[in-house]
């Protein structure tokens, strides 16, 4: 959250440099928070995190000096967390190399699509052409973290318009995008990383060139230099 003082014309009050008693409220009642004080203000400004520990309707978080000087927050609402439901990936580029291991990233749902951030478990990983099963690796993900898996997978065949499947075996799954998948093929071109600008005379500075086939693909296979 970000807090700033003002003064009665609503400019920034720079000269504040106190803290607030920081309290979530309802129309109902109070809300647990933590925490309950502000860290000290820099020039009329304070930014920092602040934890509900309790579900609420449209409740509000209040700043208060303690000598007539408050603030409200707008109202928000505060849900339990909800277990998981479905999985969801990223977009997988197309097309991918046979053998070479590419980035994914899993994410648990709960039933309103919001991050399942309870979920802590692994899933199991296939790959499938239609309802033919494509050999990948790993067959299964690590722990997610909050909710999200971010690993490397690897399909092992050549296969046109696959996808990826999680499974934490539990009847919640999730399936990726399409994508084909290619052996490596001979040199066709090259393509470069993006190059930042600007750069300066005289000093280096990395760049990355990826052999590609007539595909698209990584050509595995070249191993030659460039003039």
Request: overall charge negative.
């Amino acid at each position: 959250v970000k807090i700033t003082a003002r003064d009665s014309s609503g400019s920034v009050a720079t000269g504040f440099t106190g803290t607030v008693e920081l309290s979530g409220r309802t129309t109902s009642g109070g809300v647990n928070i933590t925490p309950t004080t502000s860290g000290n203000f820099t020039a009329g400004v304070w930014s920092g995190n602040v934890t509900v520990e309790q579900t609420a309707t449209n409740m509000w978080l209040r700043a208060d000096d303690g000598s007539g000087h408050t603030g409200d927050s707008g109202t928000f609402n505060v849900n339990a967390p909800q277990s998981v439901s479905y999985f969801t990936w990223d977009a997988i580029s197309s097309p991918q190399t046979v053998n070479v291991s590419f980035g994914v990233k899993i994410t648990a749902r709960d039933s309103g699509g919001g991050v399942a951030t309870d979920f802590s478990g692994t899933v199991a990983l296939t790959g499938w052409e239609g309802a033919a099963p494509v050999s990948i690796s790993p067959a299964a993900s690590g722990s997610f973290a909050n909710g999200v898996w971010t690993g490397d997978v690897t399909v092992q065949a050549t296969a046109t318009n696959m996808h990826l499947k999680a499974d934490d075996g539990s009847s919640h799954v999730g399936s990726s995008n399409t994508f084909n998948v290619y052996a490596a093929g001979a040199l066709s071109y090259f393509t470069w990383d993006a190059i930042s600008s600007p750069q300066t005379i005289d000093v280096a500075f990395s760049v990355k060139i990826t052999a590609r086939d007539a595909f698209g693909a990584v050509a595995t296979g070249f191993s030659g230099c460039l003039l």
